[in-house]
């Protein structure tokens, strides 16, 4: 496995699945921002398949659904080249919603997630979906306002009865995307803050939960570097996803504040289960060989915190 993860095609892969979305972030016409997104999509099922010794559910659900986002997307951008109307580009917007798992298309997240190794499960949760959020500000702000709402709706109903970590994440990433278009609606500062720092928490978390071995939520073993994690991603202080949401909150308007502290709140209810798992259902062994991981996100959550308090400071 060591020699298929660390072959030239799985590196090349690698370049290609981080570049993709810079290439269509950076891109001045929409065609570099589809060839952005199908070298990253290509390259992941690439990733995704593992040689070929993994479950290959997940990597067909996940091509199929990118696929038609992708037509969707490619379909509205032709249209609007040759018959220059502006209005089609709720056409492309569809396709993004598709493929980065909005409301009304969110049913695929969850089904792929779980099915799917630690790595990738976070990267569809947030690597995969940078350069899809990163052009939602065009729609228009209501549009945005509904999504919000839909996602926070979702994500706490949906996240109330799941037993699976990545299970609970999933429906737990649709809020942080709630978040998210919060953020998009102030700044691309706030945006890119947000969706960098919930990327640091959630691979941290899954980091510790991949080191226990276990996918079940009621017995998964002791890991003080999924409990950093999880506390990271929960957003509470003095952790740095605290500072990310005050971020937001500070920025934002009232009503869409209210309504993701209201799905922030129900969310909670997942990570303490966990919580309450691990202090129940185990010791502390073990945490000595995460002890290096865990000073070190201990030293990047002060650090984030100084960067962020920073610009306010000058």
């Not at 570049?19 to 199908?38: A, F, N, R, T, Y």
């Not at 289960?273 to 990047?300: E, P, Q, W």
């Amino acid at each position: 496995m060591l020699v298929v993860m660390f072959s030239p095609l799985m590196l090349l892969c690698s370049f290609l699945v981080v570049s993709g979305p810079l290439i269509s972030i950076s891109s001045s016409s929409w065609s570099g921002v589809w060839v952005g997104m199908e070298l990253n999509l290509f390259s992941f099922l690439v990733i995704m398949n593992g040689g070929g010794s993994f479950d290959l559910e997940p990597v067909v659900k996940y091509f199929v659904v990118q696929s038609m986002g992708s037509v969707v997307f490619i379909f509205g951008v032709m249209y609007m080249y040759f018959f220059l109307k502006n209005s089609f580009i709720i056409i492309m917007m569809l396709g993004l919603l598709m493929k980065i798992g909005i409301f009304p298309f969110h049913s695929w997240v969850p089904s792929v997630v779980t099915k799917s190794r630690w790595v990738i499960s976070g990267l569809i949760l947030t690597w995969q979906k940078l350069a899809g959020l990163t052009f939602l500000n065009l729609i228009s702000s209501s549009l945005i306002f509904v999504s919000i709402l839909s996602m926070v709706v979702v994500g706490s109903i949906g996240g109330l009865n799941q037993t699976s970590v990545r299970g609970m994440s999933s429906y737990s990433s649709f809020i942080h995307m709630s978040w998210m278009m919060a953020g998009l609606l102030s700044s691309f500062y706030i945006f890119f803050m947000y969706f960098f720092v919930y990327m640091i928490s959630l691979f941290l978390f899954f980091l510790g939960c991949s080191n226990s071995g276990k996918n079940s939520l009621v017995s998964s073993s002791s890991s003080l570097l999924a409990l950093v994690g999880i506390f990271m991603v929960m957003g509470v202080p003095p952790f740095i996803g605290f500072l990310a949401k005050l971020l937001v909150l500070l920025s934002s308007p009232t009503l869409i504040c209210v309504i993701c502290l209201l799905g922030s709140v129900v969310s909670l209810k997942f990570y303490v289960c966990f919580f309450y798992s691990i202090l129940l259902n185990s010791s502390l062994k073990g945490v000595s060989s995460n002890s290096i991981a865990v000073s070190l996100s201990l030293m990047a959550n002060f650090l984030g915190m100084l960067l962020f308090t920073m610009p306010f400071l000058m």
